[in-house]
């Protein structure tokens, strides 16, 4: 399911604010799941639906295959930042990158 909070652009600005709520970035230093608060945030969505979207949108970041012999962590930050935003171009640029902090954060 997909909602647009914000017609003619396409950005789903409850998804993407879900992902960056997911994460507590702004809230944490490093990130840190918190469901609750994305649960608590869903509105348009229905709350297992935006949750599970959201942790869809982890797996899938996760599984952007990283050729760490070349990629340094900056570079897979690019790298991921580039593939989830051409995959999910509803998401908002803050939304994207904080999938690749996580993204970078794991591998650090």
């Given amino acids: 399911m997909t909602?647009?909070?914000n017609p003619g652009t396409g950005v789903d600005e409850e998804l993407s604010a879900a992902v960056v709520t997911y994460f507590s970035?702004?809230?944490?230093?490093f990130p840190k799941h918190d469901p609750e608060a994305v649960v608590a945030l869903?509105?348009?969505w229905p709350a297992d639906a935006l949750l599970a979207a959201v942790r869809a949108l982890e797996a899938e970041v996760n599984a952007?295959?990283?050729d760490?012999?070349?990629?340094?962590?900056?570079?897979?930050?690019h790298q991921t930042s580039a593939v989830?935003?051409?995959?999910?171009?509803?998401?908002?640029p803050h939304a994207v990158e904080t999938l690749s902090w996580a993204f970078t954060y794991a591998w650090r």
Wanted: proline share 6%; aromatic share 6%; no cysteine.
């Fill in 25 to 29: 970035r702004g809230r944490s230093s």
């Fill in 84 to 92: 989830m935003a051409e995959r999910h171009p509803e998401l908002t």
């Fill in 64 to 66: 952007v295959p990283i």
């Fill in 42 to 44: 869903a509105a348009a």
């Fill in 3 to 5: 909602t647009t909070d």
């Fill in 68 to 77: 760490w012999s070349t990629t340094d962590l900056a570079g897979a930050w």
